[in-house]
Nanobody, 126 residues
Framework: QVQLVESGGGSVQAGGSLRLSCEAS????????MGWLRQAPGKERERVAY????????YYTDSVKGRFTISQDNAKNTLYLEMNSLKPEDTGMYYCAADLLPCTIVIREGNHFDHWGQGTQVTVSS
């Protein structure tokens, strides 16, 4: 049973930083596409950053490139999202997600993941 638990959200002023964490219970014999997605009020959920555990390759949506960094600590079974230079448009509920498929296929299939966390709120004020 895959379980994902996010933490680290909060309120910050524009230009500030936050680090989100996702503690994951995964099958250590499998590889996963691990992702952070977000949903702002009234908007569709969108991809933020993905990490493929098989090779460490990362994928970012254009609006966060150069500001956000996704990483994984295998020893702690934790996925991180380091967010710098935050903007008000980064506000939303951030979800951690996991899927057994490679990230290239997850993206092609419309960012569908089999496993989701409960989400953590990020609010950036101007």
């Amino acid at each position: 049973q895959v379980q994902l638990v996010e933490s680290g959200g909060g309120s910050v002023q524009a230009g500030g930083s936050l680090r989100l964490s996702c503690e994951a219970s995964l099958n250590k014999d499998s590889t996963y596409c691990m992702g952070w997605l977000r949903q702002a009020p009234g908007k569709e959920r969108e991809r933020v950053a993905y990490f493929y555990t098989a090779n460490g390759r990362t994928y970012y949506t254009d609006s966060v490139k150069g500001r956000f960094t996704i990483s994984q600590d295998n020893a702690k079974n934790t996925l991180y999202l380091e967010m710098n230079s935050l903007k008000p448009e980064d506000t939303g509920m951030y979800y951690c997600a996991a899927d057994l498929l490679p990230c290239t296929i997850v993206i092609r299939e419309g960012n569908h993941f089999d496993h989701w966390g409960q989400g953590t709120q990020v609010t950036v004020s101007s």
